[in-house]
């Protein structure tokens, strides 16, 4: 297991909801800037959501802030609330961990910026 471990997917209907959950080992978890970054089959990444060690939030412009990322340093674990969900949000949804200043001027997906990936969590909407 990596420093970084999601959790919470799974195959819902169109409309339900799941929340994602990352947990952290990082060296210093609570200073890290974390994202939420996703990839459907044959495309290529794309950001969701992040949010730096202070709780400052950015949304992939495309997300329109849909789904809520959310941290808890106490537990070192990221979240991501995902309500009314559609079929296009089926994708593989990766935590990332990126140095504490980070702020995301090149785009969430951009992998340059992150120290830490996870495994993965997949997601999976039936209409």
């Known amino acids: 297991q990596g420093v970084l471990a999601e959790s919470g997917g799974g195959s819902v209907q169109a409309g339900g909801s799941l929340r994602l959950s990352c947990a952290s080992s990082?060296?210093?978890?609570?200073?890290?800037?974390m994202a939420w970054v996703r990839q459907a089959p044959g495309m290529e990444r794309a950001g969701v959501a992040g949010v730096t060690s202070s709780g400052r939030t950015t949304y992939a412009y495309s997300m329109k802030g849909r789904f809520p990322i959310s941290r808890d340093n106490a537990d070192n674990t990221l979240y991501l609330q995902m309500d009314s969900l559609a079929p296009e949000d089926s994708a593989v949804y990766y935590c990332?961990?990126?140095?504490?200043?980070?702020?995301?001027?090149?785009?969430?997906?951009?992998?340059?910026?992150?120290?830490?990936w996870g495994q993965g969590t997949q997601v999976t909407v039936s209409s």
């Open positions: 990082t060296d210093h978890p609570s200073h890290d800037a």
């Open positions: 990332a961990a990126a140095p504490s200043d980070t702020t995301w001027t090149s785009g969430l997906r951009d992998r340059r910026l992150y120290t830490y």
